[in-house]
C-alpha cells in the first residue's frame, strides 16, 4: 500500500512533501479530488483578462521605454501566484489535469499581445472546467481573448462579409485549424482543407472588444461570412450561433474523444500506451458525453497506471517535485541578500531548463515524451540546476529521499546517498537519480 500511496502522489499529483502524510487510500485520495469545487485560491490583486487587456491599451499608448514594462508584472504575478499553489496544493491530481489542459489549449506568451492575459486564460477559460464537459471548456477557450490574439482570430474577417468588401480584409485560418487539428478531431478524423476554410468562415467576427471599459470577447457581425456553411458534412448556418454549434459538434465527435484519451494516456500511462488503455478512455468520454472528471477517473482504474516509473518528469514536472521534496513555502520567496531559494523564482527556474511557464514555441504545446527532454544538453542542465538548488537544503538527504520516493527509492541510489562527500552532493544525486527523474 505504501508504494500505491507513493506512486499515486508521483504519477497522479505533484509529489510528496516530507510534511504532508501519504493518503492511506490512494484511488480514493485521488477520485475525490474530481469532486467538489476546486479548493485552489489566487489572491484577489491578479489580473483579469480586462484588466489585462487595459494594461496592454496603456502600454501601447504610452510606449514606455525598454526596461519599464506596464504588462510585464502582471505576467510575473501570475505566473508566480499559479505555481505558489503547486508547492502545497490540496488538490495534486486535479492541478496536473489543470496544467495539462492548459497545455492542450496553448497559449503562448511568444506572441506578445498574450502576456498580461496568459494566466488569466490558464485562470478563467481552463481551471472552472477540468472536471466538467469538454465543450464548455472547448467554447470557453475559444472565445478567450488569450486564444484570440494568440491565433490571429481577432484579425479574421468574411471575404464576403461587410467589413471584407470594405476594408479588402481577408480570412486568418489559424484559428479553425489548430482547433481541428490539435484541440479536437485530429487529421485522423479525415477532416480537409475545404473544412478547414469552412470552420475558419464560421469563426468570422468572434473577435475582441478592446475599446470597451471591460475589454472582452465581441462577435462582429459585420466581420462574419455571411450564408450557411459546410464543415465536415454537417451545415451551420450563419452567425455567432452557428460557431456555438460548430463547436459543440467538434466537441463531442468520437474522433475528439479518441484524440484526448490518447493524449491522456500519453500523459498519465506511458509514452506509447495500448490501444485498450486509450480504447478505455474514449468510451468513458463517449458514454458520459464528453465529462473529463469522468475521463480522469478512467485513467485512474487503468491497472498500466500504477507501474512506477513508467513516464519521464519534464523540467515543469522535475522542478515541482523538487521544490515539494525540500518542502519550500510558497510566497514571495527570500528577502533581499538572502541566498535561499524561494517561490519567486520558479518561472526562472523553469525558463533555465528550457520550459519556460506559457512560452511553448508552437500551438502544439510542450511535448509529453522522454525523448524530447532526456537529451544530453538537457540533462546536465538538469544536473547543474539540482546542484544549486540543493545547496540550501536544510533537512538530511537520507530523509529527503524516504519521504519523496519511499519504496521507489533503488538501493544503488541509498548506497550513493550515505557514500557522497556532502548533503550537497546528496541531494544532487537524489535529485538526479532514474527513479527521482521518473514519474
Known amino acids: 500500500m505504501l508504494t500505491s500511496a507513493v506512486h499515486a502522489s508521483i504519477r497522479f499529483g505533484l509529489g510528496p512533501r516530507p510534511s504532508e502524510a501519504l493518503p ?9 479530488q474530481l469532486r467538489g469545487p476546486d479548493p485552489a485560491r489566487f489572491p484577489d490583486s491578479l489580473p483579469s483578462t480586462a484588466d489585462g487587456l487595459l494594461m496592454l491599451r496603456e502600454q501601447r499608448h504610452l510606449k514606455p521605454p525598454p ?33 495539462f489542459w492548459a497545455n492542450h489549449f496553448t497559449v503562448s506568451t511568444r506572441q506578445g499581445g498574450t502576456r498580461p492575459i ?13 472536471t466538467g464537459r469538454f465543450t464548455d471548456m472547448l467554447l470557453a477557450v475559444m472565445r478567450h481573448p488569450a486564444m484570440l490574439l494568440y491565433l490571429d482570430n481577432e484579425s479574421s474577417v ?23 487539428e490539435l484541440h479536437t478531431v485530429s487529421p485522423a478524423a479525415g477532416y480537409t482543407q475545404a473544412d478547414v476554410t469552412a470552420f475558419a468562415t464560421i469563426l468570422t467576427g468572434w473577435s475582441i472588444d478592446r475599446a470597451a471599459a471591460e475589454p472582452g470577447f465581441l462577435f462582429r457581425p459585420r466581420a462574419h ?30 474522433a475528439t474523444y479518441r484524440h ?8 498519465f500511462v506511458s ?8 480504447a478505455t478512455i474514449a468510451r468513458a468520454l463517449q458514454r458520459s458525453q464528453g465529462d473529463l472528471g469522468i475521463a480522469a477517473a478512467a485513467v485512474i482504474e487503468l491497472p498500466s497506471a500504477w507501474h512506477p516509473g513508467t513516464k519521464f518528469r519534464s523540467p515543469f514536472d522535475h522542478v515541482v517535485a523538487t521544490l515539494r521534496a525540500l518542502d ?65 537544503a536544510e533537512a538530511e538527504p537520507a530523509r529527503i529521499a524516504e519521504a519523496s520516493l519511499g519504496p521507489l527509492l533503488r538501493p544503488q541510489t541509498a548506497a550513493g546517498l550515505a557514500a557522497a562527500g556532502d548533503r550537497r552532493d546528496a541531494l544532487t544525486l537524489l535529485f538526479t537519480s532514474p527513479e527521482f527523474q521518473r514519474r
Open 225 to 254: 461570412e455571411p450564408g450557411d456553411k459546410v464543415l465536415m458534412g454537417r451545415t451551420f448556418p450563419e452567425g455567432e450561433d452557428g460557431g456555438i454549434l460548430a463547436l459543440d459538434f467538434l466537441g463531442t465527435h468520437p
Open 24 to 32: 492511506s487510500e490512494p484511488r480514493d485520495w485521488l477520485a475525490a
Open 118 to 130: 496568459a494566466g488569466a486564460f490558464v485562470r478563467e477559460a481552463i481551471r472552472p472546467h477540468v
Open 271 to 278: 509514452d506509447a500506451p495500448s490501444p485498450q488503455d486509450v
Open 328 to 392: 519550500l513555502p510558497p510566497g514571495p520567496g527570500p528577502a533581499p541578500g538572502d541566498p535561499r531559494p524561494g517561490g519567486r523564482f520558479i518561472p526562472g527556474m523553469l525558463a533555465g531548463l528550457g520550459q519556460p511557464v506559457w512560452g511553448a514555441p508552437l500551438p502544439n504545446g510542450w511535448p509529453d515524451r522522454a525523448v524530447d527532454w532526456a537529451g544530453p544538453e538537457a540533462m546536465l542542465q538538469r544536473v547543474d540546476w539540482s546542484y544549486r538548488i540543493s545547496a540550501h
Open 158 to 180: 468574411g471575404p464576403d462579409s461587410p467589413a471584407g468588401q470594405t476594408a479588402h480584409r481577408g480570412l486568418n485560418e489559424n484559428l479553425g485549424r489548430e482547433c481541428l
Open 260 to 267: 484526448l484519451a490518447q493524449k491522456l494516456a500519453v500523459h
Open 67 to 99: 526596461g519599464q514594462s506596464l504588462v510585464e508584472p502582471l505576467f510575473r504575478a501570475d505566473a508566480q501566484a499559479q505555481l505558489d499553489v503547486l508547492l502545497t496544493a490540496e488538490a495534486p491530481f486535479r492541478e496536473r489535469l489543470v496544467w
